[in-house]
């Protein structure tokens, strides 16, 4: 026998207002402000792959988040545990900071250790959902450091499931799903990084190199030491500032990143010394043209 004693019908009046709230999501203002979430492995992974282009959005009043899905804890050649992840997390707020974004939040989970599994799926589907995501950026799910590569696993693994009720019913779910996006990275198999987007960060780049000297324990020493150039870093701030300009920008640009760059600025793209690029997946929404012109306003 079917128990219907909880079995009440919908008020018209609630009918009206859930299809008004659903009107109301599908079809946002196209000048209400975009909301990007970032997501990568490590306390300075998002300000690398899109920093630039995070300042970008977030100086015409649009909303960024960057998440680190671990805390850090493992990246440096002499310190570690609890007291690296502290000096971590508080060199990423210093780098929000600098950049302009609204938020930058470290999850507790330990680095050179992560897994994709259900409980840390479930964390970033909450960060995606909180945020009312627009656009997610995450890492391609192939990269040499396995934390990189489950951070790009675990935030495809959400492409759907943001919009699933019965998923983490805690936290609404979205009612559109975002456009997700891979960042940028230099690994050929079993495919390629494919630019679908390139953003110019010319105007940016200062603010992004800025940034990145917020993170101390990174760039001055945990990465030059493990590239074997820990003796070539200067001591005084300017200098190893300089010093960090010319690792970090003024690169020669791929080609097929200079034809996206083309593809979206025309002529002008030939005079672009840097740019971040993004590639669509296919698991989230599928932008259109015009839907990329809108959620990157920055081609005009
Ligand atoms: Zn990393």
């Not at 009206?16 to 975009?34: K, T």
């Not at 656009?135 to 990189?148: C, F, K, S």
């Not at 996206?260 to 698991?283: Q, T």
Request: one cysteine or more.
């Amino acid at each position: 026998m079917i128990d219907t004693r909880n079995r009440t019908r919908p008020t018209a009046r609630a009918l009206v207002g859930l299809a008004f709230l659903l009107a109301a999501s599908a079809s946002p203002a196209d000048d209400a402000p975009l909301r990007v979430i970032v997501l990568g492995a490590h306390p300075d992974d998002c300000d690398i792959d899109a920093g630039g282009t995070a300042a970008l959005w977030a100086a015409r009043g649009h909303q960024v988040k960057f998440v680190a899905v671990t805390n850090g804890d493992a990246g440096h050649q002499s310190e570690g545990g609890g007291a690296l992840a502290r000096r971590r997390r508080a060199e990423a707020q210093e780098a929000g900071r600098r950049f302009g974004i609204a938020e930058y939040e470290v999850l507790d989970n330990h680095d050179g250790e992560l897994e994709p599994t259900l409980a840390v799926r479930q964390q970033i589907i909450r960060r995606i959902r909180q945020w009312n995501a627009d656009i997610v950026i995450a890492p391609r799910p192939n990269d040499y450091h396995p934390d990189h590569r489950y951070t790009g696993v675990l935030v495809q693994d959400t492409a759907y499931m943001v919009m699933v009720p019965n998923v983490c019913p805690d936290t609404p779910p979205l009612r559109k799903n975002p456009v997700f996006l891979y960042s940028q990275d230099g690994f050929q198999r079993p495919n390629p990084f494919r630019p679908d987007v390139a953003v110019a960060i010319d105007s940016v780049v200062e603010k992004k190199i800025h940034a990145l000297d917020a993170h101390v324990s990174q760039v001055y020493e945990w990465l030059p030491w493990v590239e074997s150039v820990l003796d070539t870093v200067p001591k005084e701030p300017a200098a190893r500032l300089f010093w960090l300009r010319q690792q970090r920008s003024g690169r020669p640009l791929a080609d097929d990143v200079r034809a996206a760059l083309r593809k979206w600025y025309g002529p002008r793209a030939d005079a672009v010394k840097d740019a971040e690029a993004f590639e669509v997946c296919e698991y989230g929404r599928r932008p259109s043209e015009a839907d990329l012109r809108r959620l990157f306003p920055f081609f005009d």
